[in-house]
């Protein structure tokens, strides 16, 4: 304490300062959480344009495999007629059918390899709405942050925004 008891101060003298110590670490410890957390959201969007980019490889996989099937349809059917016709075999018209069964087999891979990557994004977006979450609870929820921004609303925890605690003076002097 720079001042003793009874003693005369005049306006702007220091009466007392507060140890920032405490303080200082808590914010250091809040911004390595920050970091620590944007790194992760980070790493999940690179997760989430890598899963885009697969959806779009099983979607393009689909399509081959839809006209493929679209194709053996077409030959079962001539290969059909033919043996009716008596201008084709039987061998010939069991084959097609056999590709045509096996295409449809494809076909049904390839909805679900796109189903399951659509779900696999969807997953990743949730993980990354919970890191959000956890992230923004981990901060604005510990009693340095309340302390040091009583007045914290919705939309500031939602950006993750907290203010600086040491862009004023701490320290106590009279008036």
């Given at each position: 304490?720079?001042?003793?008891?009874?003693?005369h101060?005049?306006?702007?003298?220091?009466?007392?300062s507060?140890?920032?110590?405490?303080?200082?670490?808590?914010v250091?410890?809040a911004?390595?959480?920050?970091?620590?957390?944007?790194?992760?959201?980070?790493?999940?969007d690179?997760?989430?344009?890598?899963?885009?980019?697969?959806?779009d490889?099983?979607?393009?996989?689909?399509?081959?495999?839809?006209?493929q099937?679209?194709?053996?349809?077409?030959?079962?059917?001539r290969?059909?007629?033919?043996?009716?016709?008596?201008?084709?075999?039987?061998?010939r018209?069991?084959?097609t059918?056999?590709?045509?069964?096996?295409?449809?087999?494809?076909?049904?891979?390839?909805?679900?390899?796109?189903?399951?990557?659509?779900?696999?994004?969807?997953?990743?977006?949730?993980?990354?709405?919970?890191?959000?979450?956890i992230?923004?609870?981990s901060?604005?929820?510990?009693?340095?942050?309340?302390?040091?921004?009583?007045?914290?609303?919705?939309a500031?925890?939602?950006?993750?925004?907290?203010?600086?605690?040491?862009?004023?003076?701490?320290?106590?002097?009279?008036?």
């Open positions: 304490m720079p001042v003793t008891d009874n003693q101060v005049n306006a702007g003298d220091l009466l007392a507060i140890d920032d110590r405490d303080y200082r670490i808590a250091d410890q911004q390595a959480q920050v970091a620590i957390a944007q790194a992760n959201v980070a790493n999940i690179a997760q989430i344009d890598s899963q885009q980019a697969q959806i490889q099983a979607k393009a996989q689909l399509k081959q495999a839809e006209a099937l679209q194709f053996a349809r077409e030959e079962a059917d290969a059909g007629d033919l043996v009716q016709k008596g201008a084709g075999t039987v061998q018209a069991q084959q059918k056999s590709d045509l069964e096996a295409q449809q087999a494809n076909n049904n891979r390839a909805k679900a390899a796109v189903i399951g990557t659509e779900l696999g994004l969807k997953g990743r977006q949730n993980s990354k709405r919970t890191l959000n979450s992230r923004l609870r901060i604005c929820n510990t009693p340095m942050f309340r302390q040091l921004n009583p007045p914290c609303r919705q500031e925890r939602s950006q993750g925004c907290f203010r600086d605690p040491w862009a004023e003076p701490y320290d106590v002097r009279a008036r």
